[in-house]
Nanobody, 123 residues
Framework: QVQLVESGGGLVQAGGSLRLSCAAS????????LGWFRQAPGKEREFVAA????????YYADSVKGRFTISRDSAKNTVYLQMSSLKPEDTAVYYC????????????????WGQGTQVTVSS
């Protein structure tokens, strides 16, 4: 089992930045592929970014490419999502996810999910 806890969400003006963290406990964190997803009110959960088990490969949704950066620190059992140039359409609950098979863009791929953290971007 892996327990994931997100933090770092909040209210920010358009153009601002936030860094989300997802701390993991339980089994070996370094053996898991990791992803960030988001869900806005009335919409389905969507892929934001993912990072491979090794950390060498990262993947982004087109809507955040160039603005968001995913990274992992295995020594701290934490995955981060650095968000910059935020837009009102980035407003959502952000979730981190983990899976032993690696990373994916698919919501259904991941076995473990955090509880989410709210990000609100005002115009």
């Amino acid at each position: 089992q892996v327990q994931l806890v997100e933090s770092g969400g909040g209210l920010v003006q358009a153009g601002g930045s936030l860094r989300l963290s997802c701390a993991a406990s339980g089994r070996t964190f370094s053996s898991y592929g990791l992803g960030w997803f988001r869900q806005a009110p009335g919409k389905e959960r969507e892929f934001v970014a993912a990072i491979s088990i090794s950390g060498y490969n990262t993947y982004y949704a087109d809507s955040v490419k160039g603005r968001f950066t995913i990274s992992r620190d295995s020594a701290k059992n934490t995955v981060y999502l650095q968000m910059s140039s935020l837009k009102p359409e980035d407003t959502a609950v952000y979730y981190c996810a983990a899976d032993q098979r690696g990373s994916s863009r698919e919501v259904g791929w991941y076995d473990y999910w955090g509880q989410g953290t709210q990000v609100t971007v005002s115009s």
